[in-house]
Nanobody
């Protein structure tokens, strides 16, 4: 079982990034999928979650209107489009296979290895 994220990097405030996560060793379509992040000296927090069908999404308040989670079950991939990035979005971002339903504190079954996003001028 493996989740591998990509797309992180260094961007300036106001710019965009698109994170991707590819799953192997299991059927991504069996899980809701989430993106979490952990900033230095802070606890890991859930950023976004999407249901198995893709019809329901759940976002933390600080990213609503700026981030969009999506999934492609046929390609075993999940994405996080991040627009209008802010310095406070700087963190390691983790993809996760979540046991439905998505909630504020979704139950994670598998974690990715993480990708670093740095927002700085």
């Amino acid at each position: 079982v493996q989740l591998v994220e990509s797309g992180g990097g260094l961007v300036r405030p106001g710019e965009s990034l698109r994170l991707s996560c590819v799953a192997s060793g299991f059927n991504l379509g069996d899980y809701a999928m989430g993106w979490f992040r952990q900033a230095p000296e802070k606890e890991r927090e859930q950023v976004a979650c999407i249901s198995v069908s893709g019809r329901t999404t759940h976002y933390t308040d600080s990213v609503k209107g700026r981030f969009t989670i999506s999934r492609d079950n046929f390609k075993n991939r999940v994405h996080l489009q991040m627009n209008t990035l802010k310095p406070e979005d700087t963190a390691v971002y983790y993809c996760a296979a979540v046991i439905e339903p998505c909630t504020d504190y979704s139950e994670v079954d598998h974690w990715g290895i993480g990708t670093l996003v740095t927002v700085s001028s």
